[in-house]
C-alpha cells in the first residue's frame, strides 16, 4: 500500500524552467523527507520538514509541508542538468518514530 | 569512506538458491534498517534493527527472508529459495538513534536478479 503519492511520475522539462513536484497522503506525518536519488546509488537526504505550513529552502529548491502535515511539495527554480535525478518524498507516521514511508517517487530530466 | 557500505553490488541468481547480502552501518549507529527498491518505485520498509535486536520485522515479504545483525553492528539479509518476484534492489540504511529526527544514511544498494 502506497501511503504517499507523487505527482508527476515522470518530468522532462528544459533547461532554465521551473517546476513543481508533490507529495500527497491521506494520513498525518510528524514529519516528511525530501530525497534525491541517483542511478546506482541509495537515496541523499536533502532536507526535513517538521512543523505544518513550514518553508525550507535550499539554494535553487524550495520545500513546503502542508498545513494539515499530510502534503508537501518541491519547487525548483532554474533547473539545470544537474538536477536531474529521482526524487523521493519519505515521512514517518505520527504513531512510528523510525519507519519511513517513501513515495513512489518523481523522475526528473533536465535537458541542456 | 565512512558511509554504509554494501556488498555485493550485484548479486545473479538462479530461482530457488539461496542468497546472502551484507550491510556495514556507519561506525557507531544505533539503528539498521532494511528496504527493498523495485524497479521504478520508491524504497519500502523491510525490517530494523537497534543495536542486536531486531525490534521490527514486519516488512519482510515472507518466512524465506531473515535478517540479522548478532553483534550491533554488521548486517545480513539473507533470502532462501530465491524467487523471481525477489528481484530488486536492496537499501541498507543507519542512523545514530533511529528517532525521526534523526537522518537514515543509506548504501548504494545490492542490485539482485533472479534468473
Known amino acids: 500500500t502506497q501511503l504517499l503519492e507523487q505527482s508527476p511520475q515522470f518530468l522532462s522539462i528544459q533547461e532554465g524552467e521551473n517546476l513543481t513536484v508533490y507529495c500527497n497522503s491521506s494520513?498525518?506525518?510528524?514529519?516528511l523527507q525530501w530525497y534525491r536519488q541517483e542511478p546506482g546509488e541509495g537515496p541523499v537526504l536533502l532536507v526535513t520538514v517538521v512543523t505544518g505550513g513550514e518553508v525550507k529552502k535550499l539554494k535553487r529548491l524550495t520545500f513546503q509541508f502542508g498545513d494539515a502535515r499530510k502534503d508537501s511539495s518541491l519547487h525548483i527554480t532554474a533547473a539545470q542538468p544537474g538536477d536531474t535525478g529521482l526524487y523521493l518524498c519519505a515521512g514517518f507516521e505520527v504513531d512510528s518514530s523510525y519507519k519511513l514511508i517513501f513515495g513512489s517517487g518523481t523522475r526528473l530530466l533536465v535537458r541542456p | 569512506g565512512a558511509g554504509v557500505s554494501q556488498s555485493p553490488r550485484y548479486k545473479v541468481a538462479k530461482r530457488g538458491q539461496d542468497v546472502a547480502l551484507r550491510c556495514d552501518p556507519i561506525s557507531g549507529h544505533v539503528s539498521l534498517f532494511w528496504y527493498q527498491q523495485a524497479l521504478g518505485q520508491g524504497p519500502e520498509f523491510l525490517t530494523y534493527?537497534?543495536?542486536?535486536?531486531?525490534?521490527?520485522k514486519s516488512g519482510l515479504p515472507s518466512d524465506r527472508f531473515f535478517a540479522e545483525r548478532p553483534e550491533g553492528s554488521v548486517s545480513t539479509l539473507k533470502i532462501q529459495r530465491t524467487q523471481q518476484e525477489d528481484s530488486a534492489v536492496y537499501l541498507c540504511?543507519?542512523?545514530?538513534?533511529?528517532?525521526?529526527?534523526?537522518?537514515?544514511?543509506f548504501g548504494d544498494g545490492t542490485r539482485l536478479s533472479i534468473l
Open positions: 494520513s498525518v506525518f510528524s514529519s
Open positions: 540504511a543507519s542512523s545514530l538513534m533511529g528517532l525521526n529526527n534523526q537522518p537514515q544514511h
Open positions: 534493527f537497534q543495536n542486536e535486536a531486531q525490534l521490527d
